[in-house]
């Protein structure tokens, strides 16, 4: 039997790093430009006004959209994953098309904040979801189809063509609304 000391245990730790103070001031004169060019207004403006289409589908005013969802037998359980995809759609369409981060994570969060005050148990669910939807967003090739066979999974129609269609559509119709909302939003470009 082999006797063990204090001595014969190493610890490995991180060394800790100290933020570089430049990217602190660099950030701050970031946030502080576009707080004063109203850019950071506009994005919490336009995450609040996302969260209450993904909140209420029937008032997103969208041709397409609405034709969409009038073809398609929605139950309530099919809803609930339409907002889930809704708000998949304009997670990563945010985060794609407004290409400074601090104006695309101000958005997000202003969108998810307003989601959790309207329904926490909707919120909470996203990231199961999620999960599901990034995988398909990853692989980089065929996304919007493979979107739409994780929305037909997550609805319990797994290889159903006509889910898998609706949720291709869905996902690409309301990432056209979201760019169209970005750009109503007017964000200042210095």
């Known amino acids: 039997m082999t006797d063990f000391e204090d001595r014969d245990i190493k610890i490995f730790s991180k060394k800790v790093e100290q933020d570089d103070p430049e990217s602190l001031i660099r950030l701050a004169e970031e946030t ?3 707080r004063n060019n109203g850019n ?3 994005a919490v403006s336009l995450g609040e006004k996302i ?3 993904i ?3 029937g008032s997103i005013e969208d041709t397409d959209l609405r034709e969409l969802m009038d073809s398609f037998p929605i139950d309530e359980k099919i809803l609930y994953q339409v907002r889930l995809l809704l708000t998949f ?3 990563s369409t945010l985060h794609r098309s407004l290409n400074i981060p601090l104006l695309s994570t101000t958005a997000v ?3 998810y ?4 005050e309207c329904d926490r148990s909707f919120y909470l669910d996203t990231t199961d979801a999620f999960t599901f939807y990034y995988v398909a967003f990853r692989k980089h090739d065929r996304i919007v189809e493979r979107i739409g066979r994780r929305f037909a999974m997550l609805c319990g129609k797994e290889a159903d063509e006509d889910f898998e269609r609706f949720g291709s559509s869905l996902y ?5 609304v979201i760019e169209s909302e970005k750009t109503k939003s007017e964000f200042v470009s210095d």
């Open 32 to 34: 502080a430009r576009h």
């Open 40 to 42: 950071i207004a506009k």
């Open 51 to 53: 969260a209450k289409m």
């Open 55 to 57: 909140s209420d589908v």
């Open 89 to 91: 759609a304009a997670e």
């Open 109 to 111: 969060n202003s969108m």
């Open 113 to 116: 904040d307003c989601l959790m």
């Open 172 to 176: 690409m119709i309301f990432c056209k």
